[in-house]
């Protein structure tokens, strides 16, 4: 072992790398993530989770000096590299990051976005702001999956996530371009997973609904201005999820480990909704 905890798995082997991944209960034992948008929210408990799981995690963020400190605060098994997924080598840079570093890559999770208010009707749209939000939104994943891909194909193993939203769903919140933009990831998850089936790589993706993040508050205040943003994630949950449901990033890291994770090896081309039941029973115009 060496000092982190982490061991060679040619040295030991696949058999004994099972047992020990089944011992400690450590559902990504050996494996390296890379994650964008992991400086906060979701992303950020995210990577938490999978590192306590056993995975070495790179967090690719646009935000330097946050990014840096929550890798720092994660510890031995997390590394920064600054990423902004707009830009296509930025993202190659960190796919090469991690095989340099750690020799493999076999978690991408296409999480960073960006959330857009636009105005109600379609005839008003500024299509500098769409072109904007479709870029980071959509591009920025579609070269996540493009260059995961390139070096999961030759294992002939991986595993692709993606963060959509119930926008993409179901429409409304008044956000057409980030309600497109979402409906895109869904739409891509499905097409790409068709492609990597044959490679051994799943493709799926998550749609959380009001997970307090600084990007949720920021909407709120926006749409509320006179009430205060936790007071408004309160009206949103008792207006219809899951009663007692206190719904944090870890509830989307769960899902997030669930996906990438071996109790998933049967699962691709997945949008699983983690919205409290919200999209049960609610439209979305709220
Ligand atoms: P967040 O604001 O805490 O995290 C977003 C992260 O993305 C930030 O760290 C930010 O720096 C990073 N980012 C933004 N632009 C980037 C770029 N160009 N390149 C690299 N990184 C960039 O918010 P969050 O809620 O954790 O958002 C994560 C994802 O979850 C987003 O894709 C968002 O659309 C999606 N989402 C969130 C909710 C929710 O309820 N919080 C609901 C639906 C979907």
Do not use: W
Request: charge should be neutral; proline fraction near 3%; hydrophobic fraction near 40%.
């Amino acid at each position: 072992l060496s000092e982190n905890g982490s061991y060679s798995r040619a040295l030991f082997g696949e058999s004994f790398h099972r047992l020990l991944s089944t011992h400690t209960g450590r559902k990504l034992q050996d494996k390296v993530a890379l994650i964008t948008g992991a400086a906060s929210g979701i992303g950020k408990a995210t990577a938490t989770k999978f590192i306590n799981n056993g995975a070495r995690v790179i967090i690719a963020d646009i935000q330097q000096k946050l990014g840096q400190e929550t890798a720092n605060k994660l510890g031995p098994n997390a590394s920064f590299i600054t990423c902004d997924v707009t830009k296509e080598s930025d993202i190659s840079n960190a796919v090469d990051f991690a095989i340099s570093e750690h020799k493999q890559l076999d978690i991408m999770f296409n999480n960073a976005g960006i959330a857009c208010r636009t105005p109600p009707s379609i005839v008003d749209l500024d299509m500098t702001v769409f072109d904007k939000v479709m870029k980071i939104n959509v591009g920025g994943l579609v070269a996540g999956i493009k260059h995961a891909a390139r070096v999961m194909i030759p294992h002939g193993t991986g595993s692709i996530l993606c963060t959509a939203s119930i926008t993409g769903v179901m429409g409304g919140m008044s956000q057409h371009t980030y309600s497109i933009s979402k409906c895109a990831v869904i739409g891509t998850v499905k097409s790409m997973a068709s492609e990597l089936c044959r490679h051994g790589i799943r493709v799926n993706c998550i749609s959380p609904f009001a997970i307090p993040t600084t990007f949720v508050m920021e909407e709120m205040s926006l749409l509320y201005p006179n009430v205060d943003a936790q007071r408004h994630m309160k009206i949103v949950h008792n207006a219809g999820v899951l009663k007692g449901a206190n719904c944090e990033p870890n509830d989307i890291a769960n899902a997030a480990l669930f996906l990438v994770s071996d109790d998933a090896k049967y699962v691709s081309g997945h949008n699983l909704v983690v919205d409290g039941g919200f999209t049960s029973f609610k439209n979305l115009d709220f």
